[in-house]
């Protein structure tokens, strides 16, 4: 009698296949901080202090207090400045061969960032709780509410947020 654990597993692997095609999840790492910044994990109650080289991935959620400021690099060279009084959900971080796909939720308070100009089948994008924002290659800050976004040369598709 043969095993079918080869069979089952070569069946599951067909079914995961799909899913790990821009699964890879990136890093991007603290580069200074400025007074107070912590990090929330997610599905954990408790914020932990950030500090220069810590590293952040998808679903983390990270603050910053009064009369502070939080610099991430991304893996694509991408710089983003959280200023004081901000909350940001990483919502996605993703690398797949040098395509990158990057979604920032601002729950609360103010971003900087200088996006890395987007290769073909990349994406950066913010969303507030009242719009979503496509950046391609450039520099800027939004702001959660009142929303407001500001742009240097580059694109920027700007959406009405569905509330997801």
Known sequence: MQSSFPRISFCVFLFLLPALSFSATSAGKVRSVLGDAERQK?????????????????????????????????????????TERSEVVIDELLEDNGKYKTSLDIKAGRLNFSAQKQGRNSSFSFKTGTAVAAIRGTRGAINSAPFFAGLAPGQFAIRQSTGD
Do not use: H, M
């Open 42 to 82: 997610q599905n954990l109650p408790k914020w932990e202090a950030l500090r220069v080289g810590a590293k952040i991935i998808q679903t983390d959620r990270v603050r910053t207090g009064q009369e502070s400021k939080l610099v991430l690099t991304l893996a694509d060279g991408s710089i983003i400045t959280i």
